[in-house]
């Protein structure tokens, strides 16, 4: 069974303080991963997807990284926009997509 | 471009009654899936359409949901009767077609059930 641990469960940054979030998977036969944010009260929201170990994607202040086990998405320069969960997914074989629970980012002005 | 509908945002019921959720989903996508998203945890597939035909209802709690797609375009999620742990936000979203596309999610429904 697919499995994502996200970490970690919420993190508090202060405006302009540059951190990692982590993404923990097994999966058998990764056909991609997926990082996604979801702000209160809406659907999440496509940010990425990287297919293979070593790819990389960026995005404003955002940088998502892929191993064979482990995805990172950093946060260049945060600002309090940047507040919401994040939320990251991941498709084997099966095609189905497994969420992890995400990780809460808070970013004080 | 419009995206993903689905109404009502929100929904309170007494237990045992029924509930019915309604997806429209992006214009020429043939994928549709419903989640059912608990509080603190990421979205959980409940099932998937491809055009008509539901490939993967593995999730899916027969005994009180069922859901439909017909025509392959709008999908309704049923429960039938709810029960306190229906409580959650039901997800609908889609995808331009089959294997490995970003799928596109709409705002959800709260559902309550008292």
């Known amino acids: 069974e697919d499995q994502v641990t996200q970490s970690p469960e919420a993190l508090r940054l202060q405006e302009g303080e540059s951190s990692s979030l982590n993404c923990s998977y097994t999966?058998?036969?990764?056909?991609?991963l997926f990082w996604y944010r979801q702000d209160p009260g809406k659907g999440p929201e496509f940010l990425f997807t990287?297919?293979?170990a070593g790819e990389e994607k960026e995005k404003e202040r955002l940088k998502a990284t892929l191993t064979k086990k482990e995805s990172f998405l950093h946060i260049t320069a945060p600002k309090p926009e940047d507040s919401a969960t994040y939320l990251c997914?991941?498709?084997?074989?099966?095609?189905?997509?497994?969420f992890g629970k995400g990780t809460l980012l808070t970013v004080n002005p | 471009e419009a995206g993903v509908v689905q109404s009502p945002r929100y929904k309170i019921i007494e237990k045992k009654q029924p509930v019915a959720f309604w997806c429209n989903p992006i214009s020429g996508h043939n994928t549709l899936y419903w989640y059912r998203q608990n509080l603190g945890q990421g979205p959980e597939l409940l099932i998937r359409y491809e055009n008509e035909e539901a490939v993967d209802d593995s999730q899916l709690p027969k005994d009180r949901f069922s859901a439909e797609r017909l025509k392959g375009v709008d999908s309704t999620l049923k429960i039938q009767p709810a029960e306190l742990g229906d409580s959650a936000v039901y997800l609908c979203?889609?995808?331009?077609?089959?294997?490995?596309?970003?799928?596109?999610f709409g705002p959800g429904t709260r559902l309550t059930v008292l």
């Open positions: 979203a889609s995808s331009g077609g089959q294997g490995i596309h970003e799928q596109f």
């Open positions: 999966v058998s036969g990764l056909r991609g």
């Open positions: 990287l297919y293979s």
């Open positions: 997914a991941v498709t084997g074989s099966n095609y189905k997509l497994t």
